[in-house]
T-cell receptor, first 118, second 116 residues
């Protein structure tokens, strides 16, 4: 099966500029995740969608970050305005929707977008 | 919320020796514990996972053990090879809600270097 696609792969912007990332999950995967991975750290969840609804955005800096998944498939993550500390790899992941409580499906990660804010 | 601690942050072992990476978690409701391998500049990839209803799982040279009472789990790699060099992340997840998925909370990672 095709994997999770992300674009762009690399982006360099100046602080206070805006940037947007795109993710196309594996076909049929209802759950989509955006993670931020700062160099030397583990991925940190920013937002989780189930179909086109937000399940968890508790760690999303909502004053500058926004995300949408309007048709329940592709998703975009936007940063406006960017700060130096936003420099990181932004990973998108997707997983199947569990049908039974207690089941857990693997999350498949995309290649990530490496953002550098100067 | 869940907090996952991972040790050590770096680990160097001679080729052929074993490597062990340990993680602890805080949320007693967590019941799914995957391990991801991330090579430089690449995406994290699942290498093995364990659910709370078992204490150990093995897949060729890789094994994971879980102690629910102590809330810790470990990754064991035997007969290490140069291609095992990477950053390894542990993670934990609560039981998903009906028709839902819960988030993964990741550890801080262990950089494993295999010395030829």
């Amino acid at each position: 099966e095709a994997g999770v696609a992300q674009s762009p792969r690399y982006k360099i912007i100046e602080k206070r500029q805006s940037v947007a990332f795109w993710c196309n999950p594996i076909s049929g995967h209802a759950t989509l995740y955006w993670y931020q991975q700062i160099l030397g750290q583990g991925p940190k969840l920013l937002i989780q969608f189930q179909n086109n609804g937000v399940v968890d955005d508790s760690q999303l800096p909502k004053d500058r970050f926004s995300a949408e998944r309007l048709k329940g498939v592709d998703s975009t993550l936007k940063i406006q305005p960017a700060k130096l500390e936003d420099s990181a790899v932004y990973l998108c992941a997707s997983s199947s929707l569990t049908g039974l409580a207690g089941m857990a499906y693997e999350q498949y990660f995309g290649p990530g977008t490496r953002l550098t804010v100067t | 919320g869940e907090n996952v601690e991972q040790h050590p942050s770096t680990l160097s072992v001679q080729e052929g020796d074993s490597a062990v990476i340990k993680c602890t978690y805080s949320d007693s409701a967590s019941n799914y514990f995957p391990w991801y391998k991330q090579e430089l500049g690449k995406r994290p990839q699942l290498i093995i996972d364990i659910r709370s209803n078992v204490g150990e799982k093995k897949d060729q040279r890789i094994a994971v053990t879980l102690n629910k009472t102590a809330k810790h789990f470990s990754l064991h790699i035997t007969e290490t090879q140069p291609e095992d060099s990477a950053v390894y992340f542990c993670a934990a997840r609560r039981s998903p809600r009906f028709f839902g998925n819960e988030k993964l909370t990741f550890g801080t990672g262990t950089r494993l270097t295999i010395i030829p």
